[in-house]
C-alpha cells in the first residue's frame, strides 16, 4: 500500500493501522479520525500548530480510549494513520468535507481549489486502502465464522463555534438502530454521563458514512460513538470512558 498515488512516501509509511487482526471479539473497533500526522509531501497545509492539535485535525483522545476498548475487549481496532484534513474516512470522495477548505474558524491553505487531479488522488491514496482494509478483514472474519459488530470511536469538542456543548456522549446510528437501542438503555440505568441519541451529530450531517458503507451494507448491526473531548484529555479520563463504553457494549450485546 506504499507510496499510493504518489501521497505517501516509504517514511510515511501505510495509512491503515491495524491492531489485534485475531481479535477474538466480535465488536470490530474503528477509529477514523485517530491522528493529527500529515503525510510527508504535504508539509502543514499552511496552518498554524495550534491549528494542527486542534480537533479540525483529528479526534484528540478517541484512539487512546479505542485501544483500551481493544485491550478490554480481545478485540480488533482498525484506524487511519493520517489527519482528517488531507482525507476525511468518514466521508465519500463526493463529499465536501472530504477534503474540506474550512473547518469551524480556520481556512486550510492547503485544501484550496482542488482540482480532480488531486481529489483523485487522495481518494486513491488514503480512502481506498483505508476501507479495503476493513472490508478484508471483514471478508477474512466471515470466512472463519466469526460474528461482527462494527463500532466507531469519535471524540467532538465542547465548544463548537462559540456554543457550548452539554450533552457528553453521543451514541449515533443510522437505519440499523439494534445496537444504539441497547446501548442507550443501558447507559440509562447507569448514568455516569450525559448521553444522547444522534447527538451532536446524526445521519443528516453526513457522519454515518462508515456505519452505512460497512455495516448497514453487509448486514452487521453497528454504532458510532462520540465521547466529547474533554472527558477523554488524560489517562484517567480515557480510562474511564473505556471502561464504561466496554461495560454498555458488553451488557448491550448480551441482552
Not at 114 to 121: I, K, M, P, Q, V
Not at 122 to 127: A, D, F, H, K, S
Not at 162 to 181: M, Q, T, Y
Not at 200 to 218: C, F, M, Q, R, S
Amino acid at each position: 500500500m506504499l507510496a499510493q498515488q504518489g501521497i505517501l512516501t516509504k517514511a510515511d509509511g501505510d495509512c491503515v493501522s491495524v491492531e489485534r487482526p485475531d481479535g477474538s471479539s466480535a465488536i470490530l473497533l474503528v477509529c477514523e479520525h485517530a491522528s493529527r500526522a500529515l503525510p510527508e509531501r504535504f508539509g502543514d497545509l499552511g496552518l498554524s500548530a495550534e491549528a494542527l492539535s486542534s480537533h479540525i485535525a483529528w479526534d484528540p483522545g478517541a484512539l487512546a480510549v479505542a485501544r483500551r476498548m481493544s485491550a478490554s475487549l480481545n478485540a480488533t481496532l482498525v484506524s487511519q494513520r493520517f489527519s482528517r484534513l488531507i482525507y476525511d474516512c468518514n466521508r465519500p470522495p463526493e463529499s465536501a468535507g472530504a477534503m474540506p477548505e474550512t473547518s469551524e474558524i480556520y481556512t486550510i491553505p492547503g485544501n484550496q481549489h482542488l482540482d480532480e487531479a488531486d481529489r483523485h488522488a487522495r481518494t486513491q491514496g488514503l480512502y481506498i486502502p483505508f476501507h479495503d482494509g476493513i472490508r478484508t478483514l471483514l471478508k477474512e472474519r466471515a470466512e472463519r465464522g466469526q460474528k461482527t459488530v462494527i463500532v466507531t470511536i469519535h471524540s467532538f469538542t465542547p465548544i463548537y463555534n462559540g456554543n457550548p456543548r452539554a450533552v457528553e456522549l453521543g451514541i449515533l446510528h443510522d437505519e440499523d438502530r439494534w445496537l444504539a437501542d441497547r446501548m442507550l438503555d443501558a447507559a440509562a440505568e447507569a448514568p455516569l454521563y450525559r448521553t444522547e441519541r444522534n447527538q451532536p451529530y446524526g445521519p443528516e450531517d453526513g457522519v454515518t458514512h462508515t456505519l452505512k458503507l460497512h455495516g448497514i451494507a453487509n448486514s452487521l448491526h453497528n454504532v458510532m460513538i462520540e465521547v466529547r473531548n474533554d472527558l477523554i484529555h488524560d489517562d484517567v479520563g480515557q480510562g474511564v470512558v473505556a471502561d464504561y463504553l466496554t461495560g454498555l457494549l458488553q451488557s448491550s450485546l448480551e441482552a
